[in-house]
């Protein structure tokens, strides 16, 4: 008995699992072609590749430039004008790219938020009247302690979600 309710209650845990993997990659799929170039471009722009190669390619550039040896080949000579060109192009892009892809994943966030509250409004409804059965019950049975004790009443009282959310309006309002 123990396994198979162990067993009932790992399907359970992994069919949560598949269905937020799948509200996960349904949103990844929405993306057009120009959000899935910018994030793996932003990606990309996160790794230590990406700082490895651009620590290569300054020391090249400056080496390149300042050795003596190289001297008929200089085309950037310090303080290097084109180099900061390039890295301020670059650094504006890069953060194009990046402030889009935040952008994006707080809708995602925002999304995952409403979803999360409307979990949360139906358990406070669906416990609640769980708590007035059981009061019920516990009446029906002379378990007069239980079916009239005060926080047990309060709490199989319906919650009214707008007065929970005028009193975080008032004391967030008194607080600042």
């Known amino acids: 008995m123990q396994e198979q309710q162990t067993a009932l209650s790992h399907q359970h845990v992994q069919e949560h699992i598949y269905l937020i993997a799948r509200h996960e990659q349904e949103f990844a799929e929405k993306r057009t072609l120009a959000e899935r170039a910018g994030d793996t471009i932003a990606g990309f722009a ?42 301020a192009l670059e650094a504006i892009l890069l953060a194009s790219f990046i402030l889009m892809r935040q952008q994006r994943m707080g809708r995602r966030a925002d999304e995952r938020e409403h979803l999360m509250l409307q979990v949360l409004l139906l358990t406070e409804k669906e416990t609640t009247a769980l708590l007035q059965i059981n009061r019920e019950m516990a009446e029906k049975f002379g378990m007069y302690a239980v079916a009239r004790d005060r926080d047990v009443a309060a709490l199989s009282q319906e919650t009214s979600i707008e007065q929970v959310a005028e009193n975080i309006r008032e004391n967030l309002t008194e607080e600042q």
Do not use: E, K
Not at 48 to 54: K, T
Not at 60 to 86: E, G, K, S
């Open 46 to 87: 996160g790794s230590m590749r990406f700082v490895i190669l651009h620590l290569l390619f300054f020391a090249v550039w400056i080496l390149w430039n300042t050795l003596h040896a190289l001297q008929h080949w200089h085309f950037d000579p310090y303080p290097f004008a084109m180099l900061d060109t390039i890295v």
